[in-house]
């Protein structure tokens, strides 16, 4: 039986009231919130950021990607 398995990871954060998220194919670029729908809504903010910075359409379209699926998790999670 084959699961599937979410492309965004959530974490606890330094504190109790904090958690990390971040994709799985961008784990240096962090989101960080009260509630992992918070952090799921800053971690797309950061992605949309790094778009500017992306040189290839490749890449381009990866980092849509991620961020379609942690907006994705952040309406399921909301």
Same mark, same amino acid.
């Given at each position: 039986?084959?699961?599937?398995?979410? +492309?965004?990871? &959530? !974490?606890? #954060?330094?504190? *109790?009231?904090? !958690?990390?998220?971040?994709? +799985?194919?961008?784990?240096?670029?962090? #989101?960080? #919130?009260?509630?992992? =729908?918070?952090?799921?809504?800053? $971690?797309?903010?950061? $992605?949309?950021?790094? $778009?500017? =910075?992306?040189? !290839?359409?490749?890449?381009?379209? *990866?980092?849509?990607?991620?961020?379609?699926? &942690? +907006?994705?998790?952040?309406?399921?999670?909301?």
């Amino acid at each position: 039986m084959a699961t599937e398995q979410s +492309r965004v990871i &959530v !974490t606890t #954060g330094a504190t *109790a009231h904090a !958690t990390l998220i971040h994709h +799985r194919d961008f784990p240096e670029i962090r #989101g960080e #919130g009260e509630s992992p =729908s918070a952090a799921a809504e800053n $971690l797309a903010n950061h $992605l949309t950021r790094a $778009l500017d =910075s992306a040189l !290839t359409k490749w890449r381009r379209d *990866a980092i849509q990607q991620a961020i379609d699926e &942690v +907006r994705a998790f952040a309406a399921e999670n909301a």
